[in-house]
């Protein structure tokens, strides 16, 4: 069973980056999609950004983000990396990772993810 473990949370100022990390333990089964999703206050869980394991890496954000976040997987890590950038106060939510295995299209729904992590807190103060 793959478990998900997020990490690099905290508070940054606007303006000012941050790297989150998500370390894999256990084995895909075949090749397989990571993402990472945020929950900001008073809404909804929103897709953010979301990379293929396959040698493309291709990849994917949300409008939002398009520009300032950049999203890698370093496969001899198992980890998978949201670098932000320019954040904003708007950026402010709690942030998870999550994966598909056996995946050949990474999706931008929720309910694409089978697996998440646990959260990690992301304060963009002014």
């Known amino acids: 069973q793959v478990q998900l473990r997020e990490s690099g949370g ?4 606007t303006g000012g980056s941050l790297e989150l990390s998500c370390a894999t333990t ?3 089964k075949r090749d397989h ?5 945020r929950v900001r206050p008073g809404k909804a869980r929103e897709f953010v950004a979301a990379v293929d394991s396959d040698a493309d ?12 976040f950049a999203i890698s997987l370093d496969n ?12 904003k106060p708007a950026d ?3 942030y998870y990772c999550a994966a598909e295995d056996d995946a050949w299209v ?21």
């Not at 890496?57 to 300032?68: A, L, M, P, Q, Y």
């Not at 992590?117 to 992301?122: A, E, F, K, R």
């Open 10 to 13: 905290g508070s940054v100022q």
């Open 26 to 28: 256990g084995d895909f």
């Open 92 to 94: 402010t939510g709690t």
């Open 57 to 68: 890496g291709r990849t994917k954000f949300s409008d939002d983000v398009k520009g300032r």
């Open 76 to 87: 001899a890590k198992r980890t998978v990396y949201l670098k932000m950038l320019n954040v």
């Open 106 to 126: 990474c999706g931008r729904r929720a309910s694409d993810y089978p697996l998440w992590g646990q959260g990690t807190q992301v304060t963009v103060s002014l």
């Open 33 to 37: 999609c990571m993402a990472w999703f």
